[in-house]
Every structure is written in C-alpha cells, then in structure tokens.
C-alpha cells in the first residue's frame, strides 16, 4: 500500500560499517548520518529504520540539539508531485521550504521527513485520488471513494526518531491538531504549536479549504 523513500532508497546495502543500534526498545535504527549543505543552510542527514517493513525516515537536523531548549521540528509527509514537480494542486513544497528556512534561521532544529505519500496512501493511489479529484470529488471523497480514511497516516514512527534524536520537547510546525495529538500520545512533549502556512496560491485553494473544513487543519484566510 505505502510507498517507501523509493526516491531515495534504491539501496540494499549488504553491509553498512556505520548501522549501529541506538538504544534498545524501540526498534529504530540509525542506518547512516552524513553532512547535508542546502540552499537553506547546513544540515546534518539522518537515515532510520525501524522494525516494519515501512518504517523508514529521514530527518535533517539543524546545528546541536542540546537537549535543554525546545528545537523547532517539522514532520514532513513526503509528496512526489508537490516536493519534486512543484505541483500547485496541494501545498507540500510550499510548506517544506518555509520549514527548512524557518529551522535554519532558528539554529538549531529537525525535518523529519517520511514516506507518507498522499496521506498515507501511497503514490499509485494518490493519483487515483486524484483522477477522481478532476472529475469534481474533494480529496477526502476521493480517498474515501478509494476505500481509505481521509488521512491514514500515522506518527507513532516519527515519535520514536525524534525519541532516538533526543527531541521530546519540541515546538512543532504544523497547521494539523491530529499531529500534535499524535505525537503528544506516542511521548512528544508539544510545547507549542507554530503555524506552517506559505502563501495560498489560487489552484491550491480549494484544497486547503476542505483540509480546513473536513479535517479540522487550522489554516488563516481560507
Ligand atoms: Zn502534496
């Protein structure tokens, strides 16, 4: 059903002198870290599995994380047409880039980033959604037409890598209270809520206002 990062992992390593075990438990494991300069600043970049055959994700952290203060934390659903096309029908990109300034200029700070393709229900479906989409649906009628919920994703993951990275207060990015409540239930201290609202464009209106209207997101001017 879900999509792996098959962007970025056309990997098999058959062996890997830098997969350690972190902590035992939880069952994720740092596969690899390496520095990551972007156009945004420098990062350092994270690979974690974890035990199910889909729990993989990425995380860019920004400067030390001392532990002490909050950092600035996005959780990131990967999006193939709006991350790599540019595709103004959602507002991925748009929200990707204003996090990866916003926690550069902060200092210190993580993306995680997880392949969580169309809300959870994989890239062939996401476009099946939107097929339907075209012919008039709203994205949720369209996932639910297609037999999903209207957002199947799910946080406990990204919860256990910001465990792992020492993050268990953080001040999320986020528009969506179902994120919070999630991450807050798998043992996320959510200290504060910062919106991650880019400007809306005109195609991706109508899209924001049904994530407003029947998903309970918290957008401005819609
Ligand atoms: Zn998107």
Not at 161 to 183: D, F, Y
Not at 202 to 208: C, D, N, P, T, V
């Amino acid at each position: 059903m879900a999509y792996l990062l098959y962007l970025w992992f056309p990997m098999t390593p058959k062996s890997n002198p830098d997969k350690r075990k972190l902590k035992k438990g939880s069952g994720v494991k740092l596969v690899a870290q390496a520095a990551l300069p972007t156009r945004h600043g420098r990062f350092t970049i994270y690979g974690f599995k974890g035990r199910g055959p889909l729990d993989e994700g990425i995380a860019l952290v920004r400067g030390k994380l001392n532990g002490k203060a909050a950092p600035l934390v996005r959780v990131h659903s990967q999006c193939l047409t709006g991350d790599v096309f540019a595709s103004l029908r959602c507002d991925c990109r748009a929200q990707l880039e204003l996090s990866l300034r916003k926690i550069a200029q902060a200092g210190f700070g993580i993306l995680l980033y997880l392949p969580q393709e169309g809300r959870g229900i994989g890239l062939m479906n996401k476009l099946r959604a939107y097929e339907l989409q075209d012919g008039g649906m709203d994205t949720v009628e369209a996932n639910e037409t297609l037999g999903f919920a209207a957002d199947a994703r799910d946080y406990d993951f990204s919860a256990q890598i910001l465990k792992k990275l020492g993050a268990t207060k953080i001040r999320l990015l986020s528009n969506n209270p179902e994120k919070v409540r999630q991450l807050q239930d798998s043992g996320i201290r959510v200290v504060q809520r910062i919106p991650c609202q880019p400007r809306i464009s005109k195609i991706s209106r109508a899209y924001l206002q049904t994530k407003k209207s029947k998903m309970g997101h918290i957008l401005e001017g819609l």
